[in-house]
């Protein structure tokens, strides 16, 4: 049998296997096991668990179970709606200013943890009813979070950057700055279309009041729904809450950029300040809380980590029957120019995002499109920014939207339907995002360059 | 009466490796959060004392790599292995129990050989008394033997799963077993 036909055989089996709904990563290698059982010398079969044991031996691979766990401390806590109700009181003049507010602490959020989901969950489920409280509409305040909560993985430190750099090998550090100037932008994008949709709904209400006869104070009443003050000092009082936050996000970025430590050890510094921090301010030290933090971070480490294991192996019979660089060969030869190349890798992943997490998409694909991204001359850094908001999109959009999901689940009265509406001018946003990436790719390599040094 | 105190007996072996499981998850996320301090405790030895350890990074990577497999039962446990359900929402309930079922089987297949595999690779290693080639040089058989008993640890649960969803056990039959031992 020829490579291309085992390649075409190995991505079949590996889709049926993905779809009969068990495990990605008992899945994937199974998948492995059974073409390194049909097209492989024997030995090979002998050395799996020495192969998975190799892989997983990886200084960088420290950084996401320790990473988990300070997402898992911090979100088990009230900290989620403290840094919003924090903000909100820094913002509640500007109009949409409970949006921003929240699109903002998604964003600090996620400057705390790794995790998309984490991120939704830990704002959303203070930030949803107060949203709507205040008269939002329920598409425009689950879109809110399920956007924002996305920043998760693109703000550091991030496991889906952490992820592609193994995968592409390139530097965590680099990738962990490059991830901050895009962050910032679609934290613009979405703080603009916040603005605007809440002072259309705004007027539509007004308008839907005027018609029906109403005085104008009682127009304004209702539109307002419900009107907060918040005083200078009820701003200032509402710092200290704030300021914990600040100084493990600040010790992080030193520790990190510093070149004080490495990613791991960044890694291990913010789990370890994140546990303390969890303890002593919020208290959890009850038996019942510890053991929500220690079940939630070992469940989703150990989940992602297996995957990686069984991906590893899954990679390497991909490279050791030829199919890797058969595809690379292939699709170099299609001769297709650098942004038409670039166009259908999109449409791929995001096609991919629609069905599998991130980590299985990053780990499976990387080594594939890797060789041909190298021949057109684009930045790997660069694209991994890109490959990171395709993954973001895959997380808010149906059927296995995680975000989607985790928002149903903390405000189980909203229909899906509403949910999905509301996420669809976010995802717009995020395409507009990219768009703009492409033609400033600036915005991605300046951060990393004036710090690393260009190439 | 004796496929009775078989069936009850089983019921308890069942119950007995799941409670198993469940503590080896915890231990395994306290392991975590050890390594998270010997990471620290690394860094500030290395600044405050300039004296690098020459075991941290080693045995933070083993004792992660321990967590990790020590808990795939108990993630297998509470199904937080992540998989694909879209096609659960066109299926009826009959129809995804079959799936489910047949997911299991093959996975057990995968963890069964994982587990065969590893056994084997420890034993070689302990047998060599393979060591690290670093500075510290620790015995390899350790992490070895962790993986190979977290993946017979997974087996285990996959085999409890699939003899549930087969027989149609619900947790009103455990404590009836557990009431006959009474």
């Known amino acids: 049998m020829d490579t291309a036909t085992i390649g075409l055989l190995y991505a079949g089996v590996t889709t049926l296997l993905l779809f009969s709904g068990m495990p990605i990563a008992f899945a994937l290698g199974l998948s492995a096991l059974g073409f390194m059982a049909g097209f492989m010398p024997s030995a090979h079969l002998g050395v799996v668990a020495e192969t998975v044991f190799a892989e997983l031996d990886n200084f960088t691979l420290l950084t996401i179970p320790l990473f988990v766990l300070m997402g898992a401390a911090i979100g088990k806590t009230r900290a989620g709606a403290d840094v919003y109700s924090s903000l909100n009181a820094w913002l509640y003049k500007v109009p949409g200013g409970l949006g921003l507010a929240n699109v903002f602490a998604c964003a600090v959020f996620a400057a705390m943890c790794g995790s998309s989901p984490a991120t939704c969950s830990a704002i959303g489920s203070s930030g949803i009813p107060q949203l709507v409280k205040r008269g939002y509409s329920e598409g425009l305040a689950t879109g809110i979070i399920a956007a924002g909560g996305t920043l998760g993985i693109l703000i550091p430190p991030s496991l889906t950057l952490i992820l592609y750099g193994l995968a592409s090998e390139q530097s965590i550090g680099r990738l962990f700055m490059a991830g901050i100037g895009p962050g910032l932008l679609l934290i613009l994008l979405f703080s603009i279309w916040v603005m605007f949709k809440y002072n259309l709904e705004r007027r539509f209400i007004q308008a839907t009041q005027a018609k029906l006869n109403k005085s104008q104070a009682e127009i304004e009443s209702l539109a307002a729904i419900e009107i907060d003050y918040y005083s200078w000092s009820d701003r200032l009082a509402s710092l200290p809450r704030l300021l914990p936050f600040l100084i493990l996000i600040a010790v992080i970025m030193i520790a990190m950029y510093g070149g004080w430590a490495t990613p791991s050890e960044v890694a291990g510094i913010g789990a370890t300040g994140a546990t303390l921090m969890v303890i002593v301010l919020y208290k959890c030290y009850r038996l019942d809380d510890i053991q929500k933090i220690l079940s939630g971070t070992i469940r989703e480490s150990t989940m992602i980590m297996m995957i990686i294991a069984t991906s590893f192996l899954f990679t390497y019979v991909m490279s050791y029957l030829g199919i890797t660089q058969a595809s690379a060969n292939w699709l170099v030869g299609l001769g297709l120019s650098k942004w038409v190349f670039f166009f259908w890798v999109n449409v791929f992943l995001l096609v991919l995002g629609f069905f599998l997490p991130p980590v299985a998409i990053i780990l499976m694909v990387t080594p594939i499109i890797l060789p041909t991204l190298n021949a057109m001359g684009i930045d790997l850094i660069w694209f991994g920014i890109v490959m990171t908001i395709l993954m973001e999109i895959g997380l808010i959009t149906p059927p296995v939207g995680l975000n989607l999901f985790v928002i149903n689940g903390i405000a189980p009265e909203i229909k899906l339907k509403n949910i999905i509406m509301g996420t669809l001018p976010f995802i717009g946003l995020m395409f507009l995002g990219i768009i703009i990436l492409c033609v400033f790719p600036e915005i991605v390599t300046w951060l990393p360059n004036h710090f690393y040094g260009g190439f | ?182």
């Open chain 2, 1 to 182: 009466m004796s496929t009775r105190y078989l069936q009850a007996s089983g019921l308890l072996l069942i119950q007995a490796i799941k409670r198993f499981n469940i503590l080896t998850g915890y231990l395994s996320a306290v392991i975590v959060v050890i390594t998270a301090l010997i990471v620290c405790y690394g860094v500030v030895m290395r600044y405050a004392f300039n004296t690098p350890l020459d075991w941290g990074l080693e045995l933070s990577i083993y004792l992660l790599i321990t967590a990790t497999f020590m808990s795939a039962a108990y993630t297998q446990l509470e199904r937080g292995h992540v998989s694909i359900e879209v096609l659960d929402q066109m299926m009826k309930p009959p129809a995804i129990r079959w799936r489910v079922l047949i997911g299991d089987v093959l996975s057990l297949v995968f963890c069964a050989f994982l587990a065969w595999n590893s056994w084997h690779f420890f034993f070689e290693a302990f047998e060599d008394g393979r060591v690290t080639d670093s500075m510290w040089g620790p015995k390899l058989w350790i992490p070895y033997f962790f993986m190979a008993w977290g993946c017979t640890a997974l087996s285990a649960q996959l085999v409890i799963q699939i003899i549930e969803s087969v027989f149609g056990l619900k947790h009103q039959q455990y404590s009836t077993a557990a009431e006959w031992k009474e």
